[in-house]
């Protein structure tokens, strides 16, 4: 009886230890432990997930444009002195009045005028001996004209400088576009059909083809107007300015863009 009592004690054992080992290695299977090749097979799902790079093509253009001017703007100034500074800003101000209004008939409107500043000072004699003297008081009035046809431009100068006398000054002269805006659109759609026509070229000469534009940015611009150079300034002219020749010459403008393009 104590032979059977121990073979039952020795099969428990052997069906504990039987049951232990088949929870332990549930355990550890449920715990993540796979195989090397189910590991493997996880890595290459999460590597097929990854977004692919985008494939875009970068290329600048830029366009130029030029313009003929069609404005002519100028400076001009009175200046004059009187013994009592109220009759000096008088004389002034009808020295003014008599040059604009001879401005009138040459398209220059009152919107066309700009004040640009006014002064007053005192004037003195220096004897050899002796303190200073009081002479008399100087009056300057200045502003800018814009003559809106280059073709009045020379008559306009001519005017003012005839209806001042010796005590107008002109000087400051510039020749401008009147719509820059046109101009540097033009240039705008030049630089963009250049730097479309090298991304067609190199797209296709690497065997692709262009897609939608990505961004297209402008990174440089020279734009109008562009000052004239080499007018001296001028006070005292004959009749003969009427004929001045202003050569206008052309203006230019020039844009670039930088574009990036997805491709197909």
């Known amino acids: 009886m ?3 009592i121990t073979l039952s004690i020795r099969t428990f054992v052997i069906g504990l230890v039987v049951l232990v080992a088949l929870v332990v290695a549930y355990l550890l299977g ?3 432990g796979g195989s090397p090749a189910a590991a493997r097979a996880t890595d290459d799902d999460t590597a097929s997930s990854d977004p692919a790079p ?20 100028f400076s001009l ?18 020295s003014m009045a008599r040059v604009l209004g001879s ?6 409107d009152k919107g066309d005028v700009q004040t640009t500043g006014l ?4 004037v003195y004699d220096y004897p ?15 502003a800018n004209v814009l003559v809106g046809e280059l073709e009045q431009g020379g008559a306009a100068v001519s005017a003012a400088v005839a209806a001042g006398g010796n005590e107008v000054r002109v000087d400051n002269l510039k020749l401008l576009v009147g719509d820059t805006d046109v101009v540097m659109e033009q240039a705008r759609d030049a630089a963009v ?5 090298k991304a067609e070229q190199y797209a296709a000469a690497s065997g692709e083809e262009l897609g939608d534009v990505a961004t297209i940015s402008e990174v440089k611009t020279r734009p109008l107007p562009t000052p004239v150079e080499g007018y001296a300034a001028l006070s005292r002219v004959t009749k003969d300015l009427a004929a001045m020749p202003i050569r206008a010459g052309r203006d230019e403008a020039s844009v670039t863009v930088r574009i990036v393009w997805h491709l197909k």
């Open 119 to 122: 002064s007053m000072d005192p």
């Open 103 to 108: 401005l009138k008939e040459h398209g220059v």
């Open 193 to 197: 059909d250049e730097a479309r026509a």
């Open 30 to 32: 449920s715990s993540g």
């Open 54 to 73: 985008p494939r875009e093509l970068t290329m600048t253009g830029t366009g130029d444009a030029s313009a003929v001017p069609d404005q002519l703007s």
């Open 77 to 94: 100034e009175v200046h004059l002195t009187r013994p009592e500074l109220d009759a000096a800003l008088e004389a002034a101000n009808r």
């Open 128 to 142: 050899n001996y002796g303190p200073p003297v009081l002479r008399g008081y100087r009056v300057s009035e200045r």
């Open 2 to 4: 104590n032979g059977n």
